[in-house]
């Protein structure tokens, strides 16, 4: 079983910064599906749940959103098995639920079907 549990979110100005973090426990950091992948995914109020930034746990390649390009970069700690997204330059559109996932298939999780789901973490941005 994989848990994944997220922080960092909360409110910012527009063209300010967050950092969110996903800390992941469970077998598939031990090495056992070293071609894992992390990703992270947003909701915002009455739209579907949107793929944001994956990135290969093994080897750290990355992969956005055309939406978050440029702004947004994910990055992993095999050490502390934590995922982050800095987030820059932020805007009144960026505010959503955002989620950490694990998965094993880029294809899928770009779906929107991971295997493992966190509970997510606010992140509010005003104009």
């Known amino acids: 079983q994989v848990h994944l549990v997220e922080s960092g979110g909360g409110s910012a100005q527009a063209g300010g910064s967050l950092r969110l973090s996903c800390a992941a426990s469970?077998?598939?950091?031990?090495?056992?599906?070293?071609?894992?992948?992390m990703a992270w995914f947003r909701q915002a109020p009455g739209k579907e749940r949107e793929f944001a930034a994956a990135?290969?746990?093994?080897?750290?390649?990355?992969y956005y959103s055309d939406s978050v390009k440029g702004r947004f970069t994910i990055s992993r700690d095999g050490a502390k098995n934590t995922v982050y997204l800095q987030m820059n330059i932020l805007k009144p559109e960026d505010t959503a639920h955002y989620y950490c996932?694990?998965?094993?298939?880029?294809?899928?999780?770009?779906?929107?079907?991971?295997?493992?789901w966190g509970q997510g973490t606010q992140v509010t941005v005003s104009s």
């Open positions: 990135i290969r746990w093994s080897n750290g390649d990355s």
């Open positions: 996932a694990a998965g094993r298939e880029y294809a899928t999780i770009v779906r929107g079907s991971p295997d493992y």
């Open positions: 469970g077998g598939i950091f031990r090495g056992i599906f070293p071609n894992y992948f």
